[in-house]
């Protein structure tokens, strides 16, 4: 049926006014809460990199374009305006949705009302309606072709958006931090009377605890925490003036070790008997055991006191290897260089972290180094004033140092950070009772997602422990266990894993 001019006029001044309600609307509504709006878009797996302009340059678009369809003589121009951008919020979506690592917040006005999929079906409608109105105005059929190159462009647009924020995120590094749905969330806790508790370890179902204040008892729980029983650790021998007695879980085995000693003890989970297997080979400041006859560890080089690692085979009769080409000196190679040391059986790697710049270390077991990969922030140099006692040649810290990387947790082929520093878009009131928690990918040495571990009664976490199905946390005096969700889930490879050259 063909439409007479008055209704053709009615249509489109129907389909002008609907448009200028929605970006009046969607404008003011995120004028007025700009900031939450802004940040949002720097959690856009899309649009994080661009956000300061995004975020501006939208709202801005928005009013022009409202402002031009009440004008006779712009509205054919603000149609295809209108077109074009409905294209990009389509396009961006159906991006979110099909091709990203994760699904991000809503971000302003209707947009907070409707679930991403009811959002695209709105949007398809309405680019439905401004082209139809294009159409009605030049009352030719030949003008869907131009339509349809407008709307191939407008998301071809989107399309390089989405192609370089992956690669700024990846490359460039402007530390703003992804924070999905569906990462990890508290599902369990237990109040342990007690601050000095650390997770020594997991095996099967069975999580265990270490106290500082007595080194040799352990708290066993279950993983949904509803039994508990406590172990006393027999030592064969005790002639030792122990100074900084860890345990470490490795099952069947524990091991107590003191690097200041220094000494190894061994003994099976299943009777808390544990004999010496080493003394006084070597000093240590931290070690992992990577199989029953193998272990890596970090000591200092004599005279200058710099850290190196190394690695031994056997207890009976080690055979210690050194290497200082792992750990890379900037000012002092003893705090600069300090770091996390921890060890990944699936794939078969250690991974050292350090403390104060933004790198973590791959290496083999004997510490051929795979890669040196970056943590998400931007401290490539350690910022420390590291000054010299003339009286007795000790090297000290003369500042509190600039903390980046302050404790670290590995499973399969991620490894957990608890970082120190607050990334861009990240509100005061967040990390004043929470505590950022990064996720990269070993595999392919990439950053996957963060989260945020709430605390618990006023207390920060201080300790945490990663196995392939939770993540187990010391915060104050209570162990909490966060589930994993879906987006963290997915990049668990539970077999074990190759590494990406």
Same mark, same amino acid.
């Given at each position: ?57 939208? $709202? ?49 006005? $209707? ?90 370890? !997991?095996?099967?179902?069975? !999580? ?294």
């Amino acid at each position: 049926m063909k439409l007479s001019e008055p209704y053709k006029r009615i249509i489109v001044e129907t389909i002008c006014f609907l448009y200028i309600l929605l970006f009046v609307y969607a404008a003011v509504s995120k004028l007025l809460d700009f900031e939450n709006f802004k940040a949002q878009i720097g959690q856009s797996p899309l649009l994080s990199p661009f956000a300061d302009f995004i975020s501006v340059s939208v $709202i801005v678009v928005e009013i022009i374009i409202a402002i031009m369809l009440s004008i006779p003589k712009v509205k054919h121009v603000a149609l295809w305006s209108s077109a074009a951008l409905m294209t990009m919020f389509t396009a961006y979506i159906l991006i979110i949705l099909n091709y990203s690592s994760f699904i991000p917040c809503s971000c302003g006005g $209707i947009l907070e009302k409707l679930a991403w999929r009811d959002h695209l079906i709105f949007n398809v409608v309405f680019l439905l309606i401004a082209a139809f109105a294009i159409r009605l105005q030049c009352n030719d059929n030949r003008v869907l072709i131009r339509i349809f190159v407008l709307i191939v462009l407008s998301a071809f647009v989107i399309v390089v958006l989405y192609l370089l924020s992956e690669d700024i995120m990846q490359k460039e590094n402007p530390f703003i931090r992804r924070f999905p749905h569906a990462t990890a969330s508290k599902t369990n806790s237990l109040d342990l009377r007690n601050t000095t508790y650390y997770v020594a370890g !997991v095996a099967g179902n069975k !999580v265990y605890l270490a106290n500082r204040k007595s080194p040799l008892q352990i708290l066993e729980t279950d993983s949904e925490f509803k039994k508990t029983r406590m172990h006393t650790i027999m030592l064969n021998r005790e002639n030792f003036n122990f100074k900084a007695v860890e345990i470490r879980l490795s099952a069947p085995f524990f091991y107590v070790t003191d690097g200041t000693v220094p000494v190894i003890y061994r003994g099976l989970i299943s009777d808390w008997k544990a004999n010496v297997i080493i003394e006084k080979k070597f000093y240590f400041s931290d070690i992992v055991f990577t199989d029953e006859n193998q272990y890596a560890f970090r000591t200092q080089k004599a005279p200058s006191g710099e850290n190196i690692m190394g690695f031994g085979s056997s207890y009976s009769n080690p055979e210690i290897t050194y290497s200082s080409k792992v750990l890379q000196k900037q000012k002092d190679g003893i705090f600069d260089t300090d770091g996390t040391l921890q060890y990944s059986k699936k794939m078969n790697r250690l991974i050292y972290t350090y403390y104060y710049r933004n790198q973590y270390i791959i290496t083999k077991s004997n510490l051929t180094v795979d890669n040196r990969a970056f943590t998400i922030d931007t401290t490539v140099h350690a910022k420390l004033k590291v000054v010299k006692i003339k009286k007795s040649g000790d090297i000290r810290l003369g500042a509190p140092p600039y903390m980046v990387n302050s404790s670290t947790t590995v499973t399969s082929n991620l490894l957990f950070v608890n970082s120190q520093l607050r990334g861009k878009y990240e509100g005061d009131e967040v990390w004043k009772h929470a505590t950022a928690v990064d996720v990269y990918d070993l595999s392919n040495r990439t950053y996957a997602l963060s989260f945020y571990v709430y605390d618990e009664e006023g207390q920060r976490m201080k300790n945490f422990f990663a196995t392939d199905s939770a993540l187990y946390i010391i915060s104050g005096h209570f162990l909490l266990k966060y589930g994993y969700g879906k987006n963290i889930k997915s990049k668990i490879n539970k077999r074990n894993v190759q590494l990406k050259n």
